[in-house]
Nanobody, 116 residues
Framework: QVRLVESGGGLVQPGGSLRLSCAAS????????MSWYRQAPGKERELVAR????????NYADSMKGRFTISRDNGKKTVYLQMNSLNPEDTAVYYC?????????WGQGTQVTVSS
């Protein structure tokens, strides 16, 4: 059974930091590119960051560059998203995604709320 379980979300003040984790099981994690997406209320889901299967290449949405860092530990079957300098516009549900054609797996999401 494929599972992607996100954790680490919560309430944080503007300027603060959070580290999200996504634990994977049920598939060969090291063969999948991993991504974080987010969806704010009333908005479409958008890509936050992506990392290749071996972790050698990453890319970020423009608004996250320099503030967010995606990483992975293939031994632990976990992908991370370090988020710094958070602002209220970062408030959203953050989703973990695993992709290797033809498979596309999603987690249930974790809420991140940035508010004073």
């Amino acid at each position: 059974q494929v599972r992607l379980v996100e954790s680490g979300g919560g309430l944080v003040q503007p300027g603060g930091s959070l580290r999200l984790s996504c634990a994977a099981s049920g598939f060969t994690f090291s063969r999948y590119a991993m991504s974080w997406y987010r969806q704010a209320p009333g908005k479409e889901r958008e890509l936050v960051a992506r990392i290749t299967s071996a972790g050698g290449d990453t890319n970020y949405a423009d608004s996250m560059k320099g503030r967010f860092t995606i990483s992975r530990d293939n031994g632990k079957k976990t992908v991370y998203l370090q988020m710094n300098s958070l602002n209220p516009e970062d408030t959203a549900v953050y989703y973990c995604n695993a992709r290797a054609w033809p498979n596309d797996f999603w987690g249930q999401g974790t809420q991140v709320t940035v508010s004073s």
